[in-house]
């Protein structure tokens, strides 16, 4: 964003002042239509971020005031916070080590910086595989090495998915290319028509995670015409595939990475029954996971609640074949173990379109403060919440986007403990409320 400005503290004094007497809030839409701009960057605006020179401009001009008074003159300063502000868009990574993962990432980012290669490439493969993980990698990976300028990351609303498609009801709400160019404009902190130019300009790397919830056809035909020198990374569980877009399928992780997760999580969580377990068994769990970092997980949650490993492995093969029921077979397990409270969040957290932050659960009656701790560690625990951050470093709580759609789906409703399970439960020495 070389053509970029922020203003300084007294600029924003300056300018309070100016929009008091208009009478104008700080995020005014007439203000907005005067300037030409959005309430997104008005935002960024009052926050001293960086935004276009240009919208900076007519932002200081519409309320009478001269830009020049405004703007953070301390040039150096500013170059170099956006040299390491690089990459504030691309999302934490969830988990303690991304395993098993380095070849894959490699073979995107040799594609991704081959000009001969498509300008939009796509990973594929089902819910849970790592697709987000592994794309969150080369995408700070590709900053480290310099193939970018920056990385914009657009994540689609996890709408809820029916045959292989967003469902008719929820087309509206899904993620369209006006939206994206919205995003992609905020981040790059420019008017909309000047993406384009951005995007030409320099080389950037456009993420859009979770493609399969969004119109996704309609904003690859659109983003392509943009593209070169920038690049695009789909991750989507659906294999889309226009001629202008090339396939990475993700496979499950191998063998020996499915090990290592496993030892490294019963060391961590201090699991006998798994550090402890045999070779056969351990093959076991790998063939159930189908090497699925999110089954893989999900055992763990499993085997930690029950203290055993073979008793775990024969309920878990009843519902071995497709990973999809495999997680459902394993969520529904966690619904019935978990404290009533544990499933406020979790409703709360399903019927949310994004993260929240502990205070929101607060607010919402969901949980008080005295029993959040252990409603958090039964929830991390059984691997159904994640910890995330915002551009501005903020813990938030998240679902995985499979996690959510069970919720919303109210599968979990019409699921009933067995007999079985409520001897388990009965039996189960763990101070777990029922
Ligand atoms: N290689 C990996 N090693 C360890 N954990 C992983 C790995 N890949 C993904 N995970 C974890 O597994 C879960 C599912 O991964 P995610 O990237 O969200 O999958 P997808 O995007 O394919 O649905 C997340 O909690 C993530 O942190
Ligand atoms: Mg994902």
């Keep these: 964003m070389a053509d970029s400005i922020r203003a300084s503290k007294q600029g924003l004094e300056i300018i309070d002042k100016a929009r008091s007497k208009k009478r104008w809030g700080r995020q005014s839409v007439v203000w907005c239509k005067d300037a030409n701009t959005t309430e997104a960057t008005l935002k960024r605006f009052w926050r001293n971020l960086p935004i276009d020179r240009e919208t900076f401009i007519k932002i200081c001009n519409t309320v009478g005031v001269d830009w020049e008074k405004i703007a953070d003159r301390e040039a150096d300063a500013i170059a170099n916070l956006e040299i390491t502000q690089r990459g504030v868009f691309i999302p934490n990574s969830r988990c303690r080590r991304v395993w098993g993962r380095d070849t894959l990432i490699e073979l995107i980012l040799n594609r991704l910086s081959d000009p001969q290669e498509l300008s939009i490439l796509s990973l594929s493969g089902s819910a849970g595989y790592g697709k987000t993980e592994a794309a969150s990698v080369v995408a700070k990976e590709a900053l480290q090495r310099n193939l970018f300028a920056d990385v914009l990351w657009v994540t689609a609303r996890q709408t809820e998915l029916v045959d292989g498609c967003i469902s008719q009801e929820n087309q509206f709400d899904a993620l369209n290319w006006h939206h994206f160019l919205n995003q ?251």
């Design 184 to 434: 992609i404009a905020h981040q790059l902190a420019c008017p909309i028509e000047r993406v384009n130019q951005h995007l030409r300009e320099q080389k950037y790397l456009i993420v859009l995670d979770n493609a399969e919830t969004s119109q996704v056809e309609n904003i690859l035909a659109n983003l392509v015409k943009m593209l070169n020198p920038s690049r695009a990374l789909l991750t989507s569980r659906l294999k889309t595939k226009p001629p202008y877009v090339g396939l990475i399928q993700i496979q499950g992780l191998e063998e020996e990475w499915s090990y290592k997760l496993l030892r490294d999580e019963a060391e961590y969580n201090n699991i006998s029954a798994l550090s402890e377990a045999s070779n056969e068994q351990l093959y076991r769990v790998y063939k159930l996971s189908c090497g699925a970092p999110l089954a893989l997980h999900f055992i763990v949650g499993r085997i930690l609640d029950d203290r055993a490993l073979d008793p775990v492995l024969s309920a878990l093969e009843q519902a071995s074949g497709e990973v999809e029921e495999f997680y459902k077979f394993s969520l529904e397990i966690a619904w019935q173990r978990i404290s009533n409270i544990a499933k406020n969040v979790l409703g709360y957290m399903g019927r949310s379109d994004a993260s929240v932050t502990l205070l929101e659960l607060f607010d919402a009656g969901k949980v008080q403060e005295c029993e959040w701790n252990k409603a958090k560690r039964e929830l991390k625990r059984w691997y159904l919440i994640e910890d995330v951050q915002d551009a501005k470093g903020n813990q938030r709580y998240d679902l995985h986007p499979w996690i959510r759609s069970s919720l919303r789906g109210e599968l979990v409703n019409t699921w009933q403990p067995s007999l079985q399970d409520f001897e388990q439960i009965a039996k189960s020495k763990f101070d777990i409320d029922i």
